[in-house]
């Protein structure tokens, strides 16, 4: 079962940041917050993920708070082509599947 | 970074026939991959854990006798679906961890998906 709660849908207005997020508050010591999403008929695609520090790529940001009870992913300036279902995730690293909830559905809105 | 290839991207089938999709690490070998499976408006379920050399890991109701899946190489699993049903349509997925050989950042690399449709 997903360790994860995220809220079902969220709509973001086209250039505007979009704040997606996670509650993990049974994360163990050892296990990271992954985010991937998924673009309609294709396969997940990973964004980000970290363990206790606040991390940032070229795609987003990812912020924990300091209890690792939950994350947010930050889309700096979404566009249209971020309209997703996107996962959060908690997993250790390793050989070890990742195991996904239902996500939330962005929409990006013109 | 790395690339993970699935073939085909969709196939259509009788009822009965078996089909076969087959999944490649393309710049790095993996040991493990993963397959799972999505119907419609569903989230991602895994299916089983394929690992090279040895007998795949299946998940709880999933019948391994159905769901064939070999790893002859460190860049190939394969999953054969038997005798498929129209209940067996769906969009297949393959991923694997992209370490071994690289910086292994922990992230999993997934395929583009087979999507599958027993007529």
């Known amino acids: 079962d997903a360790k994860t709660t995220q809220p079902p849908s969220m709509d973001c207005a086209e250039g505007r940041a979009a704040n997606l997020p996670c509650n993990h508050s049974t994360i163990s010591g050892n296990e990271y917050v992954y985010w991937y999403r998924q673009i309609h008929s294709q396969g997940p695609q990973y964004i980000i993920h970290g363990l206790k520090n606040n991390e940032t790529n070229e795609m987003a940001s990812l912020i924990i708070t300091e209890d690792r009870k939950s994350s947010t992913l930050i889309l700096p300036h979404a566009t249209l082509r971020d309209t997703a279902v996107y996962y959060c995730i908690v997993r250790p690293t390793g050989n070890t599947p990742l195991v996904f909830g239902k996500g939330t559905r962005l929409s990006v809105i013109a | 970074g790395a690339v993970v290839s699935q073939h085909p991207s969709w196939v259509i089938c009788k009822s009965g026939t078996s089909v076969k999709i087959e999944c490649r690490s393309l710049?790095?070998?993996?040991?493990?991959m993963f397959w799972y499976r999505q119907f419609p408006k569903q989230s991602l379920m895994l299916m089983a854990t394929s690992n090279e050399g040895s007998k795949a890991t299946y998940e709880q109701g999933v019948e391994k006798d159905k769901f064939l899946i070999n790893h002859a190489s460190l860049t190939l699993s394969t999953l054969t679906v038997t005798s498929a049903h129209p209940e067996d349509s769906s969009f297949y997925i393959c991923?694997?961890?992209?370490?071994?050989?690289?910086?292994?950042?922990?992230?999993?690399?997934f395929g583009e998906g087979s999507r599958l449709t027993v007529l």
């Open positions: 710049d790095f070998q993996a040991t493990t």
């Open positions: 991923s694997a961890n992209g370490g071994s050989g690289r910086t292994n950042t922990g992230e999993l690399f």
